[in-house]
């Protein structure tokens, strides 16, 4: 069993910058890999960003590759996704997922097996 809970979301304007934070418990976490996904009202959940167990090779999604940075510290148990220059499509309650399956994972939501409960990100024009 793993658990993730999520934090740092909140309300940014424009432009602006937002970290967020998901901390994992229940099982060793450098050895699986970890996803941020989000979902905007009325739209499905999508892929934002994923990470190797290492932290070595990420990938993005196009639309956010160039502004977002996901990372992770084994020693926190902890992963991140930086968010820069924010746009008002930015916004969605955003979720980081474990597939401990692998050491790197990929884009489709059904590869995670653990999802955490979801940060809302709201970002004003």
Do not use: H
């Not at 990470?51 to 990372?71: E, H």
């Not at 991140?80 to 220059?85: A, D, E, R, T």
Request: hydrophobic share 30%; net charge neutral; glycine share 10%.
């Amino acid at each position: 069993q793993v658990q993730l809970v999520e934090s740092g979301g909140g309300l940014v304007q424009a432009g602006g910058s937002l970290r967020l934070s998901c901390l994992a418990s229940g099982r060793t976490f450098s050895r699986y890999a970890m996803g941020w996904f989000r979902q905007a009202p009325e739209k499905e959940r999508e892929f934002v960003a994923t990470i190797s167990y290492s932290g070595r090779i990420t990938n993005y999604a196009d639309s956010v590759k160039g502004r977002f940075i996901i990372s992770r510290d084994n020693a926190k148990n902890t992963v991140y996704l930086q968010m820069n220059s924010l746009k008002p499509e930015d916004a969605a309650i955003y979720y980081c997922a474990a597939d401990t399956d692998v050491s790197y994972s990929g884009s489709s939501s059904d590869n995670y097996d653990y999802w955490g409960q979801g940060t809302q990100v709201t970002v004003s024009s």
